[in-house]
């Protein structure tokens, strides 16, 4: 080897193995993030089975002489909020999608659809403030309660934390029908609801339903909101106005206060992993939804 | 038959129009709601005095400004080089093969994950394993690796949209790879990259919930000297004020603390989205 060919060998390579380096060291902390909830959280089984945390309705790690380690109210929680939180922002944010998609004018989409987007720049601790100064009192004033601090309040303010997600994702799978599709269905005299309603939204079914899932995701995952408008308590929820005390709300009442190491703390990251787990494998299937190439 | 059908799709689209415009609302209400609970206490002193924790009205939010802004800074440093350097390698050096496409995937797929998650691991990771503990230096950390799939996920998008038609021009010219990679690629597609990245630190520096776990405080009286000391943050200092403080004017307070940062994530909001739309009116591919 020459030096010339010598410095083009270096010079060539170099930033070759930087990348190298940087890909490998990112992506191996980043694995590292799976693998390290699930050796912290894993002790969680060695003293308890893995149905009685899963399906207890007791959370009660500091009870003085027997301390209760089921998760099941917090899922109930979770699920409470999630479901309805869902019913309340798919409408709206289909209603917001077609909208943008199929009936703005060009210039209207492009001033309107970034100002959906910058929802999603609302910090949710903003959204959990707000919730406690006023959408909480106007609840607990409608329905005649103490306070509004509970499941209804806490899944409409998670309900506009997702609709930034749901609006954009399904907007971007209607506008991807192809516009020979609503020229061909109105050429034939269809009205343009007969070929919104028959031909887009069927052709962007996949994308639609991504677009659904991620909010899912987004709903599952949000701490601020339920941390400060949900109520926290660790009863078994038996009605939508009842506070309750979702998975992510627990993690971040709870986890200040415990033993670094102790049981306690790996159950918690056992409820941790198990959030990786559900919002993972909601991406994942969102995921393939989005890139499967439908039509 | 033909009236009822229109008269039909009018409803729908009205109910369309309704609630495009309900949702726009929401984001001005939000806007609104904050300034007029929070306006009366901003002022000079609010941001540019230190905190006192005793008497809230004689103090300012300064060290939960600065504390974002070092949080913002730091995030960045890690979060860019390592987000972009990995999206360069996993699309202009690696083959593509089942593995890489299993670690696009999961890359994606993390961008999912819930802030709260992130909190857990950097407390394992940061905090404790590697000694940072309850710190600024933690918190950059676990925001990063948070930001750091959405960079990458965004910068893969950017550097995959390149035509392959320019990279092989500049290569039949006789340049290298890594010059094709640096002078022909990269210009392209780092706007996008650094747009994607935008859009990561605004979403993090609104982040409470990390927070909580890996280092904010609110009883700060000095500024943080080093990464590994403790600092405050507008997130967090709004939590606070918003929850656990009994002064009578806590949730002007937490009002005006929240417009300060809502202020933030949205010049860096849409600054992204004016350069996104800037971009692609300027791209000829």
Redo the contacts between chains.
Sequence with gaps: MNSNSKA?YF??NI??W???F??T???A?????FV??LI?GLGTFKEIGIKEFLFGTDWNPNAFDTPAWGIFSLVVGTAMISLLALFIVVP?GL??A???SE??SPKTQEI?K?????????????????G???LAPLIAKIFHLSNGLNALTASILVA?AA?PTI?SICEDALSSVSQRFREASLALGA????TIKKIVIPAAKSGLIAGIM?GL??V?????IV??VAGNSRAFPHSLLDAVRPM?AN??IE??EVV?GSFHWQS??MI?FI??VI??F???L??ILIHKKSL | MKTK??L??TA??S???V??F???G??FL?LI??FV?GYSVIDFNFLTKNWQHRDITQGGILPAILGSFYLGFGVIAVSF???I??A???T???KNNLLKRI?K?????????????????G???FV?LLSFGTSLLSAILTLS?MT??WI?TASVESFESVPQKFRESSLALGA???QT??KIVLPAAITGSITGGIIGI??A?????PL??VGATFYLSNLPSSPLDKFMAL?YH??IL??QHSSPYA?TY??AT?LV??TL??L???GA?FLR?HYRRKKDW
């Design positions: 083009l010079s060539e930033p070759k930087i990348f190298g940087i890909a060291f990112t992506v902390i980043l694995l590292g993030i390290f909830l912290s709206f209603s917001i077609i909208y943008l009936i703005a309107l970034p100002l959906v987007e910058m929802i999603a720049s609302i910090p949710s601790v903003v959204l959990g403030f707000l406690l100064l006023f506009i609709l609006a009205t343009q609801w007969a991620l995701g987004r599952i995952g949000e701490t601020m941390l400060m992510t993690i971040a986890i200040k670094v918690l990251f941790g959030l990786f919002t993972f909601i991406n994942f969102a995921d | 059908e229109n039909r799709e729908y689209f109910i369309f129009r609630s495009a309900i949702g726009i929401i984001l939000t709601l904050l609970s080089p390592l987000g350097g990995t360069i390698f996993l202009e050096y690696s670690i995937l999961a890359i994606r797929n993390l961008s999912g994950v819930p802030s709260i998650v992130y909190g857990l691991f407390l394992v990771i404790n690796f750091i799939p990458i290298t790879h890594w990679t640096r605004a979403r520096l609104g982040e409470t919930a909580i776990m997130p709004t939590f918003a929850t949730n937490a009002a929240a940062l809502i994530t949205f860096l909001s849409s989205i739309f």
